[in-house]
């Protein structure tokens, strides 16, 4: 119950395209749901995040769209770039009590020239 | 500078070795997070400390050990190292509003 699925495994999307990765969680309690994003060698950074209380969140290029029904949240990078190609893990969690954060498999995202 | 430091950067190690890995927190936070990734995986949780007491415990070995100290900085330790352990090693830290924030981390290399 505190898995995080994440899809696809890796992506390959030409420059200025659109990224889909889509998650699925299955606690129902879950109440933040982040964005990471990786570079090799580096520490994990916050890209984006969002509550359940909405259905979408727009930062940028960036967008999170939420569907608490199916209990599926996606990323989507309009106008994809190269600077874009790293490897970008959904998370979830329960913030109340300080709980840890449960992390999809991760998706290594490949922008081409 | 995410406002996580962790020392070292890279530690390389002979198998059978103890090595510490330590965390300073982002200021205010009191919730520390340790996760291991190894070579093209994904972030394994392996244990939480809240203002100095164990919270949650993940997938983490009987040869690793944690703490955290009075100023909220935590050590990872890891004894009696065998090459698998060869990984990169995250401390987060977070606020109680969610705010999770990670460091650069530490490779690790066991030879």
Redo the contacts between chains.
């Keep these: 119950q505190q898995q995080v699925k994440q899809s696809p495994q890796s992506l390959i999307v030409q420059k200025g395209g659109i990224s889909i990765i889509n998650c699925a969680y299955e606690n129902t309690a879950f109440d933040?749901f982040?964005w990471?994003q990786q570079f090799p060698?580096?520490?994990?950074?916050?890209l984006i995040?969002i509550r359940p209380d909405v259905s979408e969140k727009k930062e940028g290029r960036f967008t999170i769209s939420f569907n608490k029904s199916a209990k599926q949240f996606s990323l989507h990078i309009m106008d994809s770039q190269p600077g874009d190609s790293a490897t970008y893990?959904c998370?979830a969690?329960l913030?109340q009590g300080?709980?840890?954060?449960?992390?999809?498999?991760?998706t290594r995202l490949t922008i081409n020239p | 500078d995410s406002g996580v430091t962790q020392t070292p950067k890279h530690l390389i190690t002979a198998t059978g070795q103890r090595v510490t890995l330590r965390c300073s927190p982002r200021s205010g936070d009191l919730s520390v997070y340790w996760y291991q990734q190894s070579l093209d995986q994904g972030l394994q949780f392996l244990i939480q400390y809240y203002n100095g007491e164990e919270r949650a415990k993940g997938n983490i070995l009987e040869r690793f050990s944690a703490q955290q100290f009075p100023d909220l900085h935590s050590e990872l330790n890891l004894s009696s190292l065998e090459l698998g352990d060869s990984a990169l090693y995250f401390c987060a830290s977070s606020a109680h509003d969610g705010g999770y924030t990670f460091g650069s981390g530490t490779r690790l290399t066991v030879v």
């Design positions: 933040y982040p990471y060698g580096k520490g994990p950074a916050l995040a893990f998370a969690t913030v300080a709980q840890k954060l449960v992390f999809g498999q991760g």
